[in-house]
């Protein structure tokens, strides 16, 4: 059974930092693009970051407005993705969501809240 597993929310004043994990069970995440989505209040889900499957060079690409704050990464030995996000605004509050992208298959986490707050 595939199972994506987000932690690392919560709340953290402006400026702060956090990271998100995403750990993954029944999948290798190395032949999967992997990505991070969020979904705020009374909007869509809307995508952040992507790492490609190693088959394609595991490469790297974020949403504008994310650019130089986020930061994805993978571990292949904890089969886990990461998000490291830095300089969070009010404006970054919003459930995130850990998906997985393969070639026949996509799967999704639970999600985890992030509160953006002083």
């Known amino acids: 059974q595939v199972q994506l597993v987000e932690s690392g929310g919560g709340l953290v004043q402006p400026g702060g930092s956090l990271r998100l994990s995403c750990a993954a069970s029944?999948?290798?995440?190395?032949?999967?693009?992997m990505g991070w989505y969020r979904q705020a209040p009374g909007k869509q889900r809307e995508w952040l970051a992507t790492?490609?499957?190693?088959?394609?060079?595991?490469?790297?690409t974020y949403q504008d407005s994310v650019k130089g704050r986020f930061t994805i990464s993978r571990d292949h030995a904890k089969n886990t993705v990461y998000l490291q996000m830095n300089s969070l605004r009010p404006e970054d509050t919003a459930v995130y969501y850990c998906?997985?992208?393969?070639?026949?298959?996509?799967?999704w986490g639970q999600g985890t809240q992030l509160t953006v707050s002083s």
């Open positions: 029944g999948l290798a995440l190395s032949i999967y693009d």
């Open positions: 998906n997985a992208r393969g070639p026949r298959s996509e799967y």
């Open positions: 790492i490609s499957s190693n088959t394609i060079g595991s490469i790297i």
